[in-house]
């Protein structure tokens, strides 16, 4: 006996969005306290930043919060600017910004608040990133705290 039926395949392509970001990573760096997880990536992020930093001055130096960000554009050929505003915990309302221009191939950038910046105003509690081509806002990310 053949049962005869008819099969349904849905294929989806997750390319993600023509103009915008596709993801974000945030890392918060602390030398003296090293990740232990289940998940491998998290201790390697931890050493990968901390490559290189050989005095205990080094490493301090490089305290802080990292935050990455990737994106696509469909026009390459022309740059995108991306625009990061933050809040840090010892500035109050006080919003810091972070500039950079990059060609339009590019897909990728990490945003960092470390150094003295991170000790004299503190963690970030807050953010927001823009991604703009040609004065235009493509789109934007933000934290769950910014308004």
């Known amino acids: 006996m053949v049962a005869s039926g008819s099969v349904l395949a849905l294929v989806s392509c997750a390319s993600g969005p023509a103009n915008g970001f596709t993801k974000h990573k945030i890392f918060r760096l602390d030398p003296d306290n090293r990740p232990v997880a289940v998940d491998q990536s998290l201790p390697f992020e931890h050493k990968r930043l901390l490559y290189g ?3 205990q001055v080094d490493r301090q130096a490089r305290k ?4 990455t960000f990737f994106w696509n ?3 390459k050929s022309r740059p995108v600017e991306l ?3 933050y809040r840090q915990s010892a500035t109050g309302f006080a919003v810091h910004t972070q500039r950079v221009e990059l060609p339009g191939k590019t ?3 990490r945003f960092a608040v470390i150094g003295d910046e991170f000790k004299r105003n503190g ?3 807050g953010w927001k990133c823009t991604l703009l081509q040609g004065g235009v806002v493509l ?3 933000k934290s769950f705290l910014w308004e």
């Open 53 to 55: 930093a050989v005095t």
């Open 64 to 67: 802080g919060n990292y935050y």
């Open 73 to 75: 554009v469909e026009d």
């Open 83 to 85: 625009k990061f505003e």
């Open 107 to 109: 897909r990728t950038v």
């Open 123 to 125: 963690s970030i509690l």
């Open 139 to 141: 789109d934007e990310e």
